[in-house]
């Protein structure tokens, strides 16, 4: 029997096999050399192939956790329409950290905030944020696209005028904030106007960011 322990960097070397086998004609010496070369150089196998980035991905939500607009479960998925037209899926911002604004264009508090929202996109939207910013108004896009116009609003705003999403994350009072982290799991949910641009928001998005 070959030794239960392996020398080296894990792996059983030659001089270990000849130490506890009988070498019977150069056939096997032959073919012992040859078993060697291969595990040496390295052989496809059935192991992972790390340059799959779906094997381990780092934006993989931890199995069996629910949706729910709380701290520490999965942010409610959802797709809406931006002021262009275009669909955005929050679920396919996975591996970005992205802030979900509830807003309205006759909300006093969102206006307030709304500044500090565009100097913090502008200073991170080159390091994997995003903010998705979602209006529910009941008026024309248009009317909605001349607001957001008129604040810079350089983010996608995104248009639920029927209210159903922002019904899913519980917004029964807006600015409603959501910080979702790089696997779709709400790190911090704040209700009310801040501003987020200051130490402590910065700090939180940084941090995750990171992760």
């Avoid at 199995?63 to 329409?81: H, N, R």
Wanted: proline share 8%; charged share 20%; with cysteine.
């Amino acid at each position: 029997m070959p030794p239960a322990h392996a020398s080296g960097q894990g792996h059983l070397t030659v001089d270990d096999w000849r130490e506890h086998l009988p070498l019977k004609g150069s056939h096997l010496w032959f073919c012992l050399v040859l078993t060697f070369v291969l595990l040496t150089i390295g052989v496809p196998g059935c192991g992972e192939d790390e340059s799959n980035p779906g094997n381990h991905p780092d934006d993989t939500p931890p199995v069996g956790l629910k949706e729910s607009p709380q701290e520490g479960f999965l942010a409610p998925d959802f797709t809406l329409p931006d002021l262009a037209g275009k669909s955005h899926t929050l679920s396919k911002l996975r591996g970005q950290v992205v802030l979900v604004n509830i807003w309205a264009t006759w909300c006093g508090p969102c206006k307030r905030e709304i500044p500090s929202l565009v100097r913090l996109y502008q200073s991170r939207k080159d390091k994997g944020f995003e903010i998705l910013a979602m209006s529910v108004d009941r008026i024309s896009s248009s009317r909605v696209a001349s607001f957001a116009s008129n604040y810079r609003m350089s983010f996608p705003v995104l248009l639920n005028p029927r209210g159903d999403v922002a019904h899913k994350y519980w917004a029964r009072s807006i600015p409603s904030t959501f910080l979702v982290d790089k696997k779709g799991v709400i790190r911090w949910k704040v209700v009310g106007t801040r501003e987020w641009d200051d130490a402590q928001a910065l700090a939180r998005i940084d941090q995750l960011l990171a992760e």
